[in-house]
């Protein structure tokens, strides 16, 4: 797993996803999205890579900010609310959306997609 | 860069998509010694049928595909970093340049030497190479046929698209790299013929500044080898296609019109809705689009399906509520993803280049703002006559639109920020125009002042074409290179 991938975990971000979108809840799909949306942020431009990163390491004291909890220790309700509000957040409306699309692309469209394509 | 290895060449050619893969051929053909310099990875038919969308993705596109071009709203542009350059993932479009633009451009620039004789008897010779047809429809694709039965409806132009396939099989992943080999890129078309001619192709090299005497003269470049390791490559004569990105940024890393290159970066930007029709339509059989809505490319605007993957549509949903995005990925066989093309007049520029790597800003206007207001609402008009029943416009926040008062309303409310716009087609970086006039290279590529570095890539053109630029830009590098041998 590389430091993205660790990052990536560590924030909470992919078991939001996993509440949030069907299509991630199986453990081969999450396993895609982070590793999607790790590997595109490490080829990123050096400027967006350390905003990005930035933005991951203080996602947990953010979720925590709008919803009174850690996204790890949250329920799925309150998880789903804390991203409700965090959308609203200039900023992290723009890094939620991406890091989203990364994922769902990176599920979706991923290893287990190929067959499908053949 | 001490401790470099030294290598001698004749002729360096830096980038291998449609610029540099002409320059390669043509001086290949004509007894040159050629080098090219790929910065990305050389990847076969093979690779890419056995990889997934999203590995191709990461490992084809620049940046992961995550360009980032910042102002209001921010532009993620996409360009590809792989031999063959951009041709291996766009749909393989070839149109030719009208005549009325050339006439324009030459107005603007002050060189008359690209009309439409010239640039018209190349573009010739690059369709016969390249087998060009017109793609009709094939067994899927309804969503074209139901654009182009649209468009017929209301009386707008409308036009199969020109393709440069080979027994396009309909796989339905022109973005991420032909699987079946049909699409003609430069990888499996002009680079193999350079190659059948002598040049040889280096993937994985970076080339980090031109060196030159600071008297006008190219000395070769620096350059990064695939083990990481400085290489030194000194040639007689380089020409540089890195993109319309990359080759104003490697001028400005050499000192080399820092002030200018760069400095106007015109686009094409894609607007992206989602429509939803009573019946299934499913969009992700067949190949990239059958049909493109013409009616309205005076005013610089197009319309045409895109392919439609389940990523795909996932990532264009991403920034809805996680509900609505559920909906709509269970009812995807009666979705369709629709592109509208808008050539705007407001540019984007490097601002800096930090790291070696450059920072894009845009300026868009308020006529642009008003454009895609425009172009929004008759893309609505169109795809509501085509039967469907609801659109997502291009805007995560904007609710679902049911009619055209819908669209209407939301054409009034749309604020320039809340545009949600994707650009593949960059251009005019590096503008063949008179000093005056604002360009940086003369009517032969070669920046002012310079007497053997030549551009031969999308940054030369003078402007937006508001077409697929691959025939324009392929038209102009034959001509540049054409000019250098016969001074030569």
């Given amino acids: 797993m590389t430091g993205t991938a660790s990052a990536l975990r560590a924030s909470g971000l992919p078991r939001c996803w996993a509440v949030e979108f069907a299509p991630l809840r199986s453990p081969a799909a999450l396993r895609e999205a982070v590793r999607h949306t790790a590997e595109s942020l490490d080829r990123a431009p050096a400027l967006q890579r350390w905003g990005l990163s930035v933005a ?12 009174g909890r850690f996204p790890r220790s949250a329920s799925p309700a ?23 699309a990364l994922a769902l692309y990176g599920a979706l469209d991923g290893p287990a997609s190929r067959e499908a394509l053949r | 860069m001490s401790g470099a290895a030294d290598v001698d060449c004749d002729v360096l050619v830096v980038g291998s998509g449609a610029g540099g893969s002409v320059a390669a051929r043509e001086l290949a053909a004509a007894g040159r010694e050629v080098t ?9 038919t093979e690779d890419l049928a056995a990889a997934a969308p999203a590995e191709s993705m990461r490992r084809l596109y620049r940046n992961g595909g995550a360009t980032a071009i910042l102002g209001t709203p921010p532009i993620a542009y996409g360009e590809a970093c792989v031999v063959g350059g951009t041709t291996v993932v766009n749909g393989g479009l070839l149109w030719q340049p009208s005549a009325a633009l050339l006439d324009r451009w030459a107005t603007l620039s002050g060189y008359g030497g690209y009309r439409d004789d010239v640039v018209g008897a190349h573009f010739a010779r690059v369709r016969k190479r390249l087998g060009m047809i017109v793609q009709e429809h094939g067994d899927g694709n309804a969503d074209s046929r139901l654009l182009a039965q649209a468009a017929a409806s209301l009386g707008w132009r409308w036009q199969h698209p020109q393709r440069v396939v080979r027994g396009c099989r309909h796989r339905n992943q022109c973005a991420t790299g032909c699987p079946s080999g049909a699409k003609q890129s430069m990888a499996l078309s002009y680079l193999p013929d350079a190659e059948a001619l002598g040049a040889v192709i280096e993937p994985g090299v970076r080339v980090e500044r031109i060196l030159h005497d600071g008297g006008g003269t190219a000395l070769g470049v ?28 490697l001028l400005r890393r050499s000192g080399i019109h820092r002030r200018a290159a760069g400095r106007r970066l015109a686009l094409h930007l894609n607007l992206r809705t989602v429509a939803r029709f009573p019946r299934a339509v499913d969009a992700t059989r067949g190949t990239m689009f059958t049909a493109q809505v013409q009616e309205h490319s005076a005013l610089g605007v197009l319309v045409m399906p895109s392919n439609v993957t389940p990523g795909g549509l996932g990532a ?26 808008v050539r705007v007049q407001g540019t984007a520029r490097i601002s800096a280049v930090l790291g070696g790597s450059p920072l894009l800003r845009h300026g868009l206007t308020g006529a642009d703002h008003d454009l895609m207001r425009l172009a929004f609402r008759r893309t609505a008009r169109l795809l509501f006559a085509a039967g469907a029943v609801e659109l997502l416009p291009p805007t995560s926040s904007a609710p679902p639109l049911r009619s055209e008062a819908d669209a209407a309303e939301y054409c009034a409310r749309v604020r ?22 604002g360009g940086v290279v003369d009517d032969r590529g070669r920046p002012h002042g310079f007497t053997n570095l030549h551009l031969c890539d999308a940054s030369v053109l003078p402007g937006a074409p508001g077409i697929s630029p691959q025939g324009t830009i392929m038209s102009y590098a034959h001509e540049i290179v054409a000019r250098h041998l016969e001074s030569t």
């Fill in chain 1, 56 to 67: 991951l390491r203080l996602f947990p004291a953010a979720f925590l900010a709008v919803s």
């Fill in chain 1, 78 to 100: 309150q998880l789903r609310a804390g991203l409700a509000r965090l959308r609203g957040v200039p900023g992290y409306a723009e890094v939620l959306r991406a890091t989203t």
């Fill in chain 2, 36 to 44: 090219v310099l790929e910065e990305g990875p050389r990847v076969s």
């Fill in chain 2, 222 to 249: 620096a350059a990064t080898g695939p083990d990481g390791r400085p290489v030194r490559y000194r040639a007689r004569t380089v020409f540089v296609a890195a993109g319309p990105v990359g080759t104003p940024t």
């Fill in chain 2, 316 to 341: 264009a949903l991403a920034g809805r509520d996680p509900g609505q995005v559920a909906a709509l990925l269970a009812a995807r066989a009666h979705l369709g993803m629709f592109t509208t093309q």
């Fill in chain 2, 416 to 437: 320039p920020g809340d545009w949600e716009p994707v650009s593949v087609h960059g251009m005019a970086s590096c503008p063949m125009a008179l000093p005056e006039r």
